[in-house]
Each structure stands twice: as structure tokens, then as C-alpha cells.
T-cell receptor, first 111, second 119 residues
Framework: GEDVEQSLFLSVREGDSSVINCTYT??????LYWYKQEPGAGLQLLTY?????DMKQDQRLTVLLNKKDKHLSLRIADTQTGDSAIYFC???????????FGKGTRLHILP | GAVVSQHPSWVICKSGTSVKIECRSL??????MFWYRQFPKQSLMLMAT?????????EQGVEKDKFLINHASLTLSTLTVTSAHPEDSSFYIC???????????????FGAGSRLTVL
């Protein structure tokens, strides 16, 4: 079945790199996404990666995909206080319109 | 960029009343919109897929008579929580897929969410 798992909490010092990990079960995933949710707000798409890619970099964000292990990670370089939020990993398949979300990882920034 | 507006952002109602939440795509047409429900510290649960001009497709376990969805135009979908009860209190989020998204990429633009509290 479809399932997306991620750790619920991550604490990082300001200026360090944050690495948020995600695993998924459906090998037919076409695209994998990272969304950011700030308190009381909707979700904001940060980045997404096509399943035939290994890596995608966008400014401070680096996404790594290990399709063999069905493992996705999001690295945020030079973590800032404004990065404090919940980060959702998600996948979609070509066969339907659905996006399956993980439970979200709450990123806490230490001073 | 694509913007999705949700209204109201928060609502408090008495048990037994009905509440309507609107989801509008402001600068693009959306033939498909999605309604999610989010519980505290939980992921987003897809409730239904709203298709313009046709009936919504509900996910298993979601009562279609309880959560009425209408997608009357290419820019507006509404979710009505009928005869609301305290257990319906939640954060409801809508999303839409801009038509300019890459083929196959289900890139969604989300509304800011509507927090419903039923007393």
C-alpha cells in the first residue's frame, strides 16, 4: 500500500545544516515532494523531484533520492530561525491524482 | 504565482449548525481541487477530490452527506460541513493544481486553511 514515513521532530542549532528524512513504500512513485507548513497556515511547496533523479539543489535546499531504498531527504544548509516549521514529505503516482503525505517533521531551531 | 484563497480562515459555530468553507483559485483555473483535513500533529488526510461540473470523489470513510462539496466554477469549490458536531472541529485545507504544472507532476497550491471549532 501507499505509506510515507518520517520522524516527527528534529532539533538543530541555528547555522547548522538540517537533514529531514523520509521513507516511502510505493515503488511506482513518480514525483516526491517537500512541503513546508508554518503555524496556522497552509502548505507551501518547497521543492519536488522526479523519480528518475538522484539529487536536486535549489539555493539552501538539497533533495537526495535513493530510489532503491525508497528514501528521500531534505537538507537545509545554514538553518535560520525562519526555517522553523513542519516539513511534509509527499509522493504522487502517475496512475491517479492523489498525493500521499507523511505526518510531517517539526523542525525546531536552537539559538 | 498561483494563489489559492480560503475563506473563512477560522469559524466557531454551535453544534448542529452547518458551515460553508470556500476555496478560490485567484489567478488560474482549476478543474480539480482537493479538500484535506488536518488534526493536531497529524498529517493531511485527503477527504475528497472536487471536479468542476461533476460530483466530488470521496475517500473511503468520508461521509459525503456530512461533507458536501460543490465545484460550480473553474475557480471556486465549497465544502459544507452539515450539522456540525465537536468531533468535526479541525483544520480544513483546500488545494488546487495549476494547469501549467509539468505533465505528471502533481504540484499543488494550497490555501491557508480554515480552522473550524464546533462548540
Amino acid at each position: 500500500g501507499e505509506d510515507v514515513e518520517q520522524s516527527l521532530f528534529l532539533s538543530v542549532r541555528e547555522g547548522d545544516s538540517s537533514v529531514i528524512n523520509c521513507t516511502y513504500t510505493d515503488s511506482s512513485s513518480t514525483y516526491l515532494y517537500w512541503y513546508k507548513q508554518e503555524p496556522g497556515a497552509g502548505l507551501q511547496l518547497l521543492t519536488y523531484i522526479f523519480s528518475n533523479m538522484d539529487m536536486k539543489q535549489d539555493q539552501r535546499l538539497t533533495v537526495l533520492l535513493n530510489k532503491k531504498d525508497k528514501h528521500l531527504s531534505l537538507r537545509i544548509a545554514d538553518t535560520q530561525t525562519g526555517d522553523s516549521a513542519i516539513y511534509f514529505c509527499a509522493e504522487s503516482m502517475e496512475r491517479d491524482d492523489k498525493i500521499i503525505f507523511g505526518k510531517g517533521t517539526r523542525l525546531h531551531i536552537l539559538p | 504565482g498561483a494563489v489559492v484563497s480560503q475563506h473563512p480562515s477560522w469559524v466557531i459555530c454551535k453544534s448542529g449548525t452547518s458551515v460553508k468553507i470556500e476555496c478560490r483559485s485567484l489567478d488560474f483555473q482549476a478543474t480539480t481541487m482537493f479538500w484535506y483535513r488536518q488534526f493536531p500533529k497529524q498529517s493531511l488526510m485527503l477527504m475528497a477530490t472536487s471536479n468542476e461540473g461533476s460530483k466530488a470523489t470521496y475517500e473511503q470513510g468520508v461521509e459525503k452527506d456530512k461533507f458536501l462539496i460543490n465545484h460550480a466554477s473553474l475557480t471556486l469549490s465549497t465544502l459544507t460541513v452539515t450539522s456540525a458536531h465537536p468531533e468535526d472541529s479541525s483544520f480544513y485545507i483546500c488545494s488546487a493544481r495549476p494547469g501549467t504544472a509539468l505533465p505528471g507532476a502533481n504540484v499543488l497550491t494550497f490555501g491557508a486553511g480554515s480552522r473550524l471549532t464546533v462548540l
